[in-house]
């Protein structure tokens, strides 16, 4: 059985930026506040007319172009997404048909900020199974479009953009384990409450938007968190020093600073981009992947913890040599 190995990295934030000053101007809410309880400082959003598929297009071409992959190579795609931009066809065909790929398997999973782990552990196992020789895995989001503008609790903590990755078969190294969980029972802590099922004419404006109690979601997140990482080096046998790089999603400075914490890393060995993209929901996982990979900071050989919690509850974890 081969490795799944992540051979190019891509993303795209929407041009249109929101700061916390801008927010000030639309919910009872200060820069500080935001700042000192979530790390965040802006973040951004699609424009009007702009779709999750047109944010997944741009980083896809990117990641097929670091990894030197034809479109036509592609043999499966799998796309994380809470927005989709139609009921059906999933956001994974449409892109298909952006990217002028035709016959391969594609099609959409929904773990919401755990879906691009969902998304590369299902990827992973096509590949190590011998399904799929070179997949493309995208997180992508428009989660604006799910926020209730007038709740300070929840619309200045997301934003908008998409990461992309290429994995390929390779006998030598690539992705060590992925670990995917989720429990149901938490579902009224934070959901979206209306569904299709529901029937249509039942949307309004409030159904139709995030809820969320905050700070229990925040207690669960952290202890949920503390507990994968002992699970993923343990299946691993491997010790906390180990890893090079924590690719954390991006919720809130201070879960990812608990998590830095309980691995004894220090935030130099961390990605963060929660202070420049907000939670991005399913993308925020491969677009801070994209970031380190671009700037130099995560070279070829070295150990990556990739971790998010979410929506579902759901929550999982990948360990891989990049
Ligand atoms: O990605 C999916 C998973 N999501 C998360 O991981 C998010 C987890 N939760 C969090 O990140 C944090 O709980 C929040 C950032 C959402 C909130 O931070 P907190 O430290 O847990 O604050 P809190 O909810 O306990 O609220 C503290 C106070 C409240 O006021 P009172 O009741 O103490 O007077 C809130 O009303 O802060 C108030 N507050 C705000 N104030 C200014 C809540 N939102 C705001 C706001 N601006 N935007």
């Not at 927005?83 to 773990?111: E, K, M, N, W, Y």
């Not at 096509?126 to 989660?143: M, Y």
Request: proline residues 2%; contains cysteine; aromatic residues 6%.
């Amino acid at each position: 059985m081969s490795f799944a190995r992540i051979t190019g990295t891509g993303g795209y934030l929407p041009e249109k930026v929101l700061t916390n000053h801008d927010l000030e101007k639309i919910v009872d809410t200060t820069d500080q506040w935001i700042r000192e309880r979530t790390g965040i400082e802006k973040r951004h959003i699609a424009l009007e007319g702009q779709t999750t598929v047109d944010l997944a297009e741009r980083a896809s071409r990117q990641a097929l172009e670091m990894a030197g992959v034809k479109p036509e190579d592609i043999d499966l795609i799998v796309v994380a997404t809470t927005t989709p931009d139609r009921i059906f066809p999933s956001t994974a065909c449409l892109l298909q048909s952006r990217l002028d790929i035709h016959g391969c398997a594609a099609f959409d999973v929904q773990a919401v900020c755990t879906g691009f782990i969902y998304a590369l552990g299902v990827a992973e196992k096509f590949i190590k199974t011998g399904g799929s020789k070179k997949a493309l895995v995208v997180g992508a989001e428009t989660f604006s479009r799910l926020l209730n503008w007038e709740d300070r609790g929840t619309c200045v903590l997301f934003g908008d953009g998409a990461g992309a990755v290429i994995l390929e078969a390779d006998d030598e190294t690539g992705i060590l384990s992925t670990h995917l969980h989720a429990d149901g029972d938490y579902e009224a802590l934070l959901r979206v409450p209306f569904g299709v099922s529901q029937g249509m004419e039942q949307m309004d404006d409030i159904n139709s938007k995030v809820e969320m109690r905050g700070n229990e979601v925040f207690k669960m997140a952290v202890n949920t968190l503390g507990r994968i990482v002992d699970e993923t080096l343990e299946a691993n046998n491997m010790e906390k020093s180990d890893i090079d790089w924590l690719v954390p999603h991006q919720a809130n400075i201070r879960i990812i600073q608990a998590t830095a914490r309980k691995l004894k890393m220090s935030l130099d060995q961390v990605v963060v981009t929660v202070n420049e993209h907000g939670n991005t929901s399913a993308a925020s996982v491969p677009l801070a992947l994209d970031v380190a990979v671009r700037d130099g900071r995560i070279k070829k050989g070295e150990m990556l913890l990739l971790e998010a919690f979410g929506g579902g509850f759901t929550w999982g974890s990948a360990l891989l040599r990049f």
